[in-house]
């Protein structure tokens, strides 16, 4: 009887009786190792959901006692039921009519602040008409008051998303994989280094929100990046400005990427080699130095079975996401290093 679904037509207010009757032979019988299995019980109030999202544009378009326009809060995502480590989704779609609702309270009032709570990216196919979205994740018990914090502007949010959110499944780097090239019950994962940003970089598609995004209520300006000559170890370091041009405290994350335009096998566009979080008071300005090594240039090259990094003009991009690159240097290694990492 594992994951039927009954329904009862019950009453508010009043008490009822529940008999469960289960059995663990058919779930141990499937498994070698002992195991206890498990066991899960709920319920939840049956609704039209057509009702509901006209109660939930109704509350949007109400304004405060003081005769000021409004503002909503809307909360959406996943939980684990619909993603998990133990299981893949299907698609990047929020679930069920989670997608009329936000469409139809951002039509109701445009002051509205999407919160969206998922581990992984989602399509937002709304996205051009919610003026503020904030990326929740899943911060466990104290999320609420955290969120809280960040929407009353007791707290300037400064964290990047450390993942790329697509457009549309069909832009992910492993879609041609997934799914489509599945062999008994295996995904290939061809997709090789060209991962998360580094596909994206390679086919030259606009995501949604690139890797390293993240807005604050600060902006940030980017400024007089030098990088250093590497040395005979293959360590040079990279020094460049940042000024928080707001009159509010903020902290920025500076990604430091390196491009190879010539090499012996393919790379990518460019890798993040370093970052740096840096906090700045409203108008300060602050000198950021970042230290980096032969790690920063190289590759393993498996025809040799080591590590390479070849002699060459490499690029020094500092950036506040994979996509907004705000400044671009070159240095050079004189001779080709090697090393087996052992």
Known sequence: MAGELKTAGLKAGQSYDLELRVSNHEFASRSPLPCWGGLRIGGICQFDGEKAIKDAVALAQDSDAHGLPSVAILVVGLNHEWESEGFDRPDLDLPLLTNPLVSAVLNANHNTVVVNQTGTPVAMPWIDDAPAILQAFYGGNELGNGIADVLWGKVNPSAKISLTFPKRLEDNPSFGSFGRGQEHGKVLYNEGIFVGYRGYDLRNIRPLFPFGFGLSYSTFEYSDLQASSV???????????????????????????????EASLPRPVKELKGFVKVALEGGETKTVKVDLNREALGFYDDRQMCWVAEKGTFKVLVAASAEDIRLEAETELAATLTWTGL
């Open 231 to 261: 040395s005979k170890k293959g360590e040079f370091s990279v020094t460049f400005k940042i000024k928080n041009t707001s009159k509010i405290f903020g902290r920025e994350v500076a990604q430091i990427y390196i491009s190879d335009p």
